[in-house]
């Protein structure tokens, strides 16, 4: 069983940044894929970001087009963190955002349906 908690989220001035962290336990954090996922009010929940685990210890990393430049997905294997830096942020990144881990190897890594365990969510707020 993996348990995630988000933190870092709140309420900014667009053009402004935020960085979202996701503690998670377990004992094999460096094989697990860590994504990023967002769900803006009405809309369905959307791929932001993921570090990969591509075997041993390689990753990628993917950022959606949306965010691309602007944020950053990071990890940290000694601390079991996994940190999205967002930099200029804008009115439509308004969400609900929502860490995720896979211990599966393969499939999709933008599919919600890859990610097997989810934390809670964290409020982000972007005025303008």
């Known amino acids: 069983q993996v348990q995630l908690v988000e933190s870092g989220g709140g309420l900014v001035q667009a053009g402004g940044s935020l960085r979202l962290s996701c503690a998670a336990s377990?004992?094999?954090?460096?094989?697990?894929?860590m994504g990023w996922f967002r769900q803006a009010p009405g809309k369905e929940r959307e791929f932001v970001a993921a570090?990969?685990?591509?075997?041993?210890?390689?990753?990628?990393?993917q950022h959606a087009d949306s965010v691309k430049g602007r944020f950053t997905i990071s990890r940290d294997n000694a601390k079991n963190t996994a940190d999205l830096q967002m930099n200029s942020l804008k009115p439509e990144d308004t969400a609900v955002y929502y860490c995720?881990?896979?211990?599966?190897?393969?499939?999709?890594?933008?599919?919600?349906?890859?990610?097997?365990?989810w934390g809670q969510g964290t409020q982000v707020t972007i005025s303008s």
């Open positions: 377990g004992r094999t954090f460096s094989s697990y894929t």
């Open positions: 995720a881990a896979s211990t599966y190897v393969g499939g999709s890594f933008y599919s919600q349906l890859r990610y097997n365990y």
């Open positions: 570090s990969i685990w591509k075997g041993s210890s390689s990753y990628y990393t």
